[in-house]
């Protein structure tokens, strides 16, 4: 196990007082000791001392008088010291020697508490480190035998540490010490000086061995456990590895009790079994688990016990102990491989891991009721740990679950009833939960927090009172019976000192000297508890004495009379809690901003059940930690009242100052433009103050500006909010936050009109973006016309030709202007329309005609080409028209396709603008007629089919030759399938008239292929019977026809039931896309079967078995033989495999068998005998 901490410690260094001890001083101190016990690396091993503390003090460590460390401890802040024994000699590795001043003695200013961690490796024990002051004179031991690897030097064990003195101490162990000096049972006497350390080691288990100090009331720390042990319980199949050594400092024998209750751990739900020990200190005791005085879960109880019993038994459940007089009690968790889930080597892991743990337990009369726990121990820096998963174990009455909280939420469900008790448990994963939890209940509870890793854990008591049962001081409030340790301010107070006997005199210290005062001859009362007569001794003191909230300490030196238990004096003190409300906020704050209210009240005096704020100008809350805004300025008194669960209603009141802000204006001067410079103007006013800062967000992504009128851009159109924070003098800010919108840059454009000299040329302004409600022109030719110049859609007079460059500035009606420049061109006023016909020589009326454009012009651009393809003088002409002429440009145009020789007269306008135009003179141009074919379509064929001609006709009979192509055609239009095979074929036909001009058609010729057909022999049958006909057939879209039908199933299918009356010849007629074959096929008709009397079944291969030809065509006949005793020695129906002369797989012997064959088809049966020879 890898740093598993016993750590309760953990509890207080992160919270303080509040912790394992909460509800007592006792392992809070300014003196203890600590022995560094056994470990199984020895020297190897380290010592880490954990200190903390709720106020700030300085520490001491040392050991034979040499000063080991020393410093501060912070409060609630951790002091590890680290403790190497390789450089201090204060190790402990031997066994009955009696270790001079190797005591490890840790002294404080003020109250730390201790706890301290023996580790190396995967095995490190830890405990919770008794003060000086709590400790006693007795104690019994808790150990456990090693039952795992029997090579190393594990040891059960415990060590003494003298605090005082010449310190008698009697040692009764209950096992034989290694070295064989000190023998089992049998009692013995050492001597401790301050500082001195004694140890004894055993190689068995040394639980129940009793050590006391016999001097006086000279106290003794004992400190037990084992160097490592690996163990299961008994009847275990397992053979147990992974150990872990064991260290704990024990409880004395005064502060044990008669309650517990166990509860199981995670890992005993699911596999492993936990060990129960209970030490029992006084002669004449019962103890009862779970109700029974007879059994503990099997194990047999031997009541009543003396004084030092051990009791051990078994469970995987939740246990109810009770004893008439206190005993102690220990939960021991086993191996990791004890687990039937797990591997059996420690080293594969398992399910359910973790490592042994021993955990002495809480009797309930030390519960709790607010405690801090620390679970995640590898979030402390420094703890190297294997642990990953976490739990806390709860132990409850049942009635107290609906107030229990963990970190504040309830957890009811998670609680299991313990049968016939009033008690519950739960076991809570908290492994992905914060690593510290706050643990709350109206009524005690008890908690254990423990982990899991790989042959790792760590177990720990959350909390106990450790009271010394039989004497101590317990607090009421005035004229109340119930004892507590928080209280509300303003309470009167009684003490009541409990004694086992009677004192002449009691001196009283309340907070080391704020209040003292000496009672000679005390008045007392008594009462009997288990036979012992107690004596209980009153002092009171008013609240007067209790002023502030917070900590108390009381004390009381007590003179012991002759005959008491210890004949010197003895101190005993308590410690309580006063409890009055706080509140925690600024003393300053600006209108309508929140403001956090804190309940900063202390965490004593018990827990606060209701907050009821008031913050005085008429807002309240009923959170904790509420926030509030105010909506004006001023100062108000703000009051918290709380009622708390032990009976506290108390409240608490401060004031606050709330400041005026500023009022953020700002203003934004335009264009908003894309790009535009955008002016913004501060103009926010300040209440009582002045500006002390502003900061501009203009939403454009551009640096934020504390300039107080910053100007911006913006690159893109849309809305952006702009924000102004402003800042007083006083620290309070205004933000406004206004929206900008940003309008796009508008486009515009205009076209080149293609304009002359002669033309008024027309402008068209359109506007492609944006709405535009200014329109400017500059025509590029040093005009002013005012009239034009503004419209949309001006006119213009150019004076003479050349090129121009127009300007136009169209403004959007969000006053964003855009810049558009085209340069247009003048054209002279005389363009000369000019064309060349393309082979004009063999013009086809099947090809359209192919015209060149070589049109000119003086200066300029010809805008437009007008065609007339078929021109008639004085007639109506149909034009085709080119607005993008362009020289070179080919125009093509179709004309009809006539079977004579046509001329058609051609003319083309050109134009250089909407006035300037010329024509040209018509040309002639001549059109030849071209061939009109028509394919004759042919019908699919089969590929063994004659030749066929093609045909393609000319509708237009115009003369010329022709020429075919193509896969099985020849150039005149015969096609052979025979030469093509099936597909389908593409044939190219080409016609070329005596003028040149030529057609061609393409079209396809599709062949089908012959179906195959494999036919068998012919069938032979018995007169009577059947058989089906095996033909193969293959092809596409096969159809059959059997002529003729008589003595057939089916005559359409390809393999009918066959069963002639006499001997047939069939024709088939097999068709597959309209190919057809032919075939015949025989079926030959016996009258009866030819029956062999003798076979010689010898494996010759010659007449091995009684063949009986054709027989297999009775296909519902059936044949049965027997032997001369008339036994049926074989059957068949039908007979498909001849008798082999068998029976059941053995050779039947020779002579004469006897068959019936009946064809069951209405003829006749056929009985005889057939002979078997070998």
């Known amino acids: 196990m890898k740093n598993k901490f016993l750590l309760a410690a953990l509890v207080l260094f992160f919270f303080g007082k509040i912790g394992v001890f909460a509800q007592s001083t006792s392992n809070r101190g300014k003196d203890f000791w600590v022995a560094y016990a056994g470990h199984i690396d020895g020297l190897g091993s380290r010592m880490t001392l954990f200190l903390s503390s709720d106020v700030s003090t300085t520490y001491q460590v040392t050991s034979g008088g040499s000063i080991i460390a020393s410093g501060s401890v912070v409060a609630n802040v951790v002091t590890p010291v680290f403790i190497n024994p390789n450089s201090h000699n204060v190790y402990i590795g031997s066994s009955n020697v009696k270790e001079l001043n190797k005591g490890i003695n840790v002294t404080s200013v003020e109250p730390i508490s201790v706890y301290c961690v023996i580790s190396n490796n995967a095995r490190t024990g830890s405990t919770l480190v008794l003060p000086t002051a709590a400790l006693e004179q007795e104690y019994y031991v808790f150990s456990q035998q090693n039952m795992g690897n029997s090579n190393i030097a594990a040891y059960s064990e415990f060590s003494i540490v003298g605090v005082k003195d010449g310190t008698t101490v009697e040692i009764k162990p209950t096992q034989t010490s290694i070295d064989g000096g000190r023998l089992a049972n049998s009692t013995f006497q050492i001597t401790l000086n301050k500082g001195d350390v004694y140890q004894y080691q055993a190689e068995d288990d040394l639980t129940g061995t009793l050590i006391k100090s016999v001097t006086g009331c000279s106290p003794i720390a004992v400190f037990s456990g084992t160097t490592w042990a690996a163990f299961c319980e008994p009847g275990n199949s397992r053979t147990p590895n992974g150990g872990d050594n064991l260290f704990q400092q024990l409880f004395p024998v005064t502060a044990w009790g008669k309650n517990f209750v166990s509860a199981p751990f995670y890992n005993t739900l699911n596999g492993n079994t936990d060990i129960i020990k209970i030490i029992v200190s006084e002669d004449n005791t019962t103890v009862t688990v779970n109700g029974s005085t007879t059994t503990a879960n099997g194990t047999a109880l031997s009541n009543p016990y003396r004084k030092g019993s051990v009791i051990t038994f078994y469970t995987t459940s939740p246990n109810v102990i009770k004893a008439t007089s206190p005993v102690a009690v220990a939960q021991y968790q086993t191996s990791q491989t004890c687990n039937l889930a797990n591997a059996a080597n420690s080293g594969q892991g398992g399910s359910y891991l973790g490592d042994p743990e021993m955990t002495i337990l809480n009797p309930i009369e030390q519960t709790l009721k607010d405690i801090a726990v620390y679970s995640r121990l590898n979030s402390v820096t420094g703890v190297n740990t294997n642990i990953s998963r976490y739990f806390l174990n709860i132990i409850i009455k049942t009635v107290d679950i609906p107030g229990f909280t963990l970190d504040g939420t309830t957890i009811t469900s998670q609680f299991r009833p313990i049968a016939n008790s009033e008690y519950s448990y739960a076991i809570v994963d908290v492994t992905n939960s914060s690593d510290q939890h706050r643990l709350i209940a109206s009524g005690g509870f008890v908690a254990i927090a423990y982990g899991y890793g790989q042959v790792e854990s760590y177990a720990y008591l959350a909390g106990t009172d450790l009271k010394n049962l039989k004497s101590n001081i317990q607090v009421f409030t005035s004229g109340s019976t119930i004892a507590s340790t928080n209280f509300c301010l303003g309470t009167d107070f009684d003490f009541v000192l409990k004694l086992p006997y009677v004192t002449n005199k009691l001196s009283w210290d309340l907070n080391n000297g704020a209040k003292t005062e000496i009672i000679n001859a005390p008045a007392y009362t008594t009462t009997v508890e288990d036979g012992i007569t107690y004596y209980l001794y009153k002092y009171s003191l008013p609240s007067a004495n209790f002023s502030t909230p917070g900590n108390y300490v009381l004390k009381v030196l007590i003179e012991k009379a002759q005959g008491a238990i210890c004949a010197t004096d003895e101190e005993i003190f308590t410690t309580f809690d006063v409890f009055s409300p706080n509140i925690s906020f600024p003393t300053e704050a600006c209108e309508n901003t929140d ?574 005998s057939v002979t078997i020879l070998r």
């Open 595 to 1168: 403001v956090q209210f804190t309940d900063s009240s202390p965490r004593t005096g018990g827990n606060i059940k209701t907050w009821s704020w008031n913050f005085g100008d008429g807002g309240t809350s009923t959170l904790q930690h509420p926030k509030h805004k105010f909506a004006t300025a001023g100062t108000k008194t703000v009051t918290l009242n709380v009622t708390t669960d032990i009976g506290c209603n108390l409240s608490v009141s401060k004031t606050i100052n709330i400041l005026a802000p500023p009022k953020s204006a700002f203003t934004a001067v335009g264009p908003f433009c894309i790009n535009a410079t955008i002016q913004f103007n501060n103009e926010s006013t300040f209440v009582n103050s002045n500006i002390a800062s502003q900061k501009w967000d203009f939403g454009n992504g551009k640096p934020e500006s504390s300039a107080a009128s910053p100007t911006t851009t913006y690159t893109a159109a849309g809305n952006y909010t702009v924000k102004l924070i402003s800042v007083s003098s006083s620290g309070c800010a205004d933000t406004l936050s206004k929206v900008v919108t940003i309008y796009e840059t508008p486009e515009v454009t205009f076209k080149d009109p293609g304009s002359c000299v002669n033309d008024v040329v027309q402008y068209e302004g359109t506007a492609v973006k944006g709405n535009i409600t200014a329109w400017l022109w500059d025509f590029g030719d040093g005009s002013n016309d005012v009239v034009q110049k503004v419209r949309q859609n001006p006119t213009h007079k150019y004076t003479a030709p050349g090129n121009y460059t127009v300007t136009l500035i169209a403004t959007s009606e969000q006053g964003c202007p855009v810049t558009f420049t085209k340069e247009i061109m003048i054209s002279g006023s005389n363009p000369n329309p000019t064309f060349e016909v393309k082979n004009s020589a063999s013009l086809c009326a099947n090809v359209a005609v192919s015209f060149e454009n070589k049109s000119t012009i003086g200066f300029g651009n010809i805008s437009k080409i007008e065609w007339i393809f078929d021109y008639t003088a004085g007639g109506t002409n149909a034009v085709v028209t080119d607005s993008s002429p362009a020289v070179g440009k080919i125009y093509t145009h179709k004309y009809p396709s006539l079977a004579v020789k046509t001329d058609y007269l051609v003319v083309m306008r050109a134009y250089s603008g909407q006035l300037c135009v010329t024509e040209s003179a018509p040309v002639i141009v001549t059109v030849y007629p071209a061939p009109s074919l028509k394919v004759n379509v042919v019908e699919p064929i089969c590929e063994s089919d004659d030749p066929i001609q093609l045909l393609v006709e000319d509708e237009n009979n115009v003369s010329g030759t022709y020429v075919y192509s193509g896969t099985g055609v020849s150039s005149t239009g015969i096609f052979s399938p025979r030469i093509s095979g099936p597909g389908t074929f593409n044939i190219k036909y080409v016609y070329t008239t005596d003028h040149g001009c030529i057609e061609e058609k393409n079209f396809s010729v599709t062949v089908n292929k012959l179906p195959t057909i494999t036919m068998p022999a012919p069938i032979d049958i018995l007169l009577g019977g059947k058989k089906q006909f095996e033909i193969k057939a293959s092809g596409s879209s096969l159809k059959y026809k059997w002529s003729p039908s008589t003595g057939l199933s089916a005559d359409n299918v390809l393999n009918p039931v066959a069963s002639p009356e006499k001997t047939t010849h069939y024709t088939l007629t097999v068709t597959s896309n309209s190919c057809e074959l032919v075939y015949e096929y025989t079926v030959i008709v016996h009258d009866q079967p030819l029956i062999p009397n003798v076979f010689s079944p010898n494996g010759d291969g010659k007449n091995d078995t009684w063949n009986i030809k054709y027989l297999e065509s009775f296909t519902d006949g059936n044949i049965t033989i027997f032997n001369r005793y008339g036994q049926k020695v074989f059957e068949a129906s039908p007979y498909n495999t001849p008798w082999d002369g068998r029976l059941n797989g053995a050779d039947l012997p020779i002579g004469v068998y006897y068959y019936i064959i009946e064809p069951n088809n209405g003829k006749k049966k056929y009985t005889g």
